[in-house]
């Protein structure tokens, strides 16, 4: 498995084209992340890739640089390839209309002086225009599965001409129940092929299907499977589920909350989130699969431009998610699916920043927060609602005073069920140490309940 690359310090040294160093200048990029120091040779060399990285570590540069690169090859005569009609030289799959229209925007900005042709299909708009622009024949095809599917049983797009398909976010695609779709494209492609295979996770259903998807890969990781990003700072408060709107409310109403992204399980949940918020007057939107696209992508503007200072969002839409200094993430509900925490705090602490995670965790969760704190391999501090910490002081203190000591101190006796004794930890759950405090971050004053959560 690849783990670092020492001797890779700009982009000009990974030796890519001189046009895509220009676009990369101009955006003020210079040193390339880990996964991008990391997959790059590899994708340059022709080599199938399994790419495993944490969300808002630069996996779509990662294979956009190299794949832009050897579109701008000539052949031997000079000229460069041109796709034929309705085919594509690249097919990525994304399984969200907002990611796939962020990873078409990014390889025409490091495509810009290429003169390469990118077309997007995704659904919930009218496809008369995608078809028009795919019957010309494209470089680049970034689409999600089902609206790709409509077109290939149309006949309005043909993909054996493919020479690279990537598969990006895999894990999400398998929780959004595209197996079977993605089995249909990957039957239509042409044996040989380069597959880039990235995952922000790697449960076990995802690794199988990256053994079907690739050939003899190399294996890039920037970080253990499941690590969440070193500088959120992460709490949990115990609350009565019936409780949670009016605890989030106090906690938004605190100004160092400058830009929030809250996550709820379900789309009626997470209406009922922004309604509630709207009525106490903090700015939100909500956003999931069921607004239209033009709701959705007005409310990622408003909030990209702090018109709307919280998001309410599913893990579905959050998927395609990409904003800086988002301050704080709440989990208004904690995911049935530990992986799934790992991936929505790190929608905050992008680009070298610091962020925090604050989970609302009802009685009916505790079951949930004992897998994430199994999975993540430490236990989350727990803020009590009357006493919370700064983000520099030491473990929350409970309502006696005491400080809570995890697992194996009566602080988090409450998250086991009533009887059930506690099990002996084995040398694969040994407590790892709490997050890494994050730098940059002041205690602003407590709201008149006395809590802390900035």
Known sequence: MQRNNNNVTSF???????????????????????????????????????GIAQTGTGKTAAFALPILHRLAEVTAGGQRKRPAPKTCRVLVLSPTRELASQIAERFRFYGRHLNLSTVLVFGGVGGGPQIRAMAKGMDVLVATPGRLIDHMSAGFVRLDQVETVVLDEADHMLDLGFIHPIRRIVAA???????????????????????????????????????????????????????????????????????????????HGADRVARHLEV????????????????????????????VRVLV??????????????????????????????????????????G???????????????DIEKL?????????RRSAPAPHEGAPKSHNGHRHQGHRGRGREEHRPHGQRQQPRGRGSRQQGSAHRPTGLTPVARPRSGLNYA
Do not use: W
């Open 12 to 50: 000009s040294d990974l030796g890519l084209h001189a046009s895509i160093l220009k676009a990369l200048a101009a955006g003020s990029y210079d040193t390339p992340t880990p996964i991008q120091a990391q997959a790059i040779p590899h994708v340059l060399a022709g080599r199938d890739l399994l």
């Open 189 to 267: 492609l042409p044996a040989r092929r380069q597959s880039l295979f990235f995952s922000a996770t790697m449960p076990k259903e995802i690794s199988g299907l990256a053994q079907s998807f690739l050939r003899d890969p190399v294996t890039v990781s920037v970080a253990p499977v499941a690590t969440t990003v070193e500088r959120v700072e992460q709490r949990v408060i115990m609350v009565d589920t019936e409780r949670k709107r009016g605890v989030l409310t106090e906690i938004l109403s605190d100004p160092a909350f400058t830009r929030a992204l809250v996550f709820t399980r379900t789309k």
């Open 280 to 307: 106490a007057r903090i700015a939100a939107s909500a956003i999931h699969g069921n607004k239209s696209q033009g709701q959705r992508e007005q409310a990622l503007d408003g909030f990209k431009a702090g018109r």
């Open 313 to 354: 969002a599913t893990d579905i839409a959050a998927r395609g998610i990409d904003v800086e200094a988002v301050s704080h993430v709440i989990n208004f509900d904690l995911p049935n699916v530990p992986e799934t925490y790992v991936h929505r705090i790190g929608r905050t602490a992008r680009a070298g920043a610091a």
């Open 356 to 370: 925090i995670a604050i989970s609302l965790c009802g009685n009916d969760e505790r079951a949930y927060l004992r």
């Open 376 to 384: 993540i391999r430490q236990n989350i501090p727990m803020t009590d």
